[in-house]
């Protein structure tokens, strides 16, 4: 599952880049079948990336990778947010 998830981020990674945004992978939970990434750049900003990561990568990826239920942007964990 992991292999078609990268596959299908490659495929979308250039729209992401149009906008000046990427994505990184950052977990694969086969089990539960979610997918956890983190939108960077103009994406990791950007007021409407929710509706990017659920109507646009979400809905690719359920329907290229079997398995997936959902799509989750964990964002950046800081060093103060470590400490919490």
């Known amino acids: 599952m992991r292999?078609?998830?990268e596959e299908t981020i490659e495929a979308i990674r250039p729209a992401l880049?149009?906008?000046g945004g990427d994505i990184e992978l950052?977990?694969?939970?086969e089990a539960t079948g979610i997918?956890?990434?983190t939108l960077v750049g103009a994406c990791g900003t950007c007021p409407?990336?929710?509706?990017?990561l659920k109507q646009g990568i979400e809905r690719i990826?359920?329907?290229?990778v079997d398995?997936?239920?959902e799509v989750?942007?964990?964002g950046v964990v800081t060093v103060g947010e470590l400490d919490s």
Do not use: E, L, P, Y
């Open 3 to 5: 292999t078609q998830v």
């Open 72 to 74: 989750v942007n964990i």
């Open 26 to 29: 950052n977990d694969v939970d």
């Open 61 to 64: 990826m359920r329907d290229r």
């Open 17 to 19: 880049h149009a906008d």
């Open 67 to 69: 398995g997936v239920t």
């Open 48 to 52: 409407t990336s929710t509706q990017t």
């Open 35 to 37: 997918v956890k990434v």
